[in-house]
Nanobody, 117 residues
Framework: VQVVESGGGLVQPGGSLRLSCAASGFTFSTYVMSWYRQTPGKEREMVASITSVGDSTNYSDSVKGRFTISRDNAKNTVYLQMNSLKPEDTAVYYC???????????WGQGTQVTVSS
């Protein structure tokens, strides 16, 4: 099983980034996919999630209206489009996969996003 994030980096406030998460080794279309983020000394928080078939999404209040989660089940990939980035969005972003109606889940290794001028 592999869950690999990419697309992080340094961006100025107000800018945009698109994170990608490529999955392999499991039946991607049966997994709820989520993005979490974590900063030093704080708990990991859920940023956005999407159902296995992509018909419903959920966002934390802190990113609602600025971030968009999407998935391509043909490519086994989930995305996080981040717009209007703020310094407080700086964190390590993790991709998470959880099988429907199960506790079986996987984490990626994380990708750093830094929002700074």
């Amino acid at each position: 099983v592999q869950v690999v994030e990419s697309g992080g980096g340094l961006v100025q406030p107000g800018g945009s980034l698109r994170l990608s998460c490529a999955a392999s080794g499991f039946t991607f279309s049966t997994y709820v996919m989520s993005w979490y983020r974590q900063t030093p000394g704080k708990e990991r928080e859920m940023v956005a999630s999407i159902t296995s078939v992509g018909d419903s999404t959920n966002y934390s209040d802190s990113v609602k209206g600025r971030f968009t989660i999407s998935r391509d089940n043909a490519k086994n990939t989930v995305y996080l489009q981040m717009n209007s980035l703020k310094p407080e969005d700086t964190a390590v972003y993790y991709c998470h996969a959880r099988r429907r109606w199960s506790d079986l889940n996987y984490w990626g290794q994380g990708t750093q996003v830094t929002v700074s001028s």
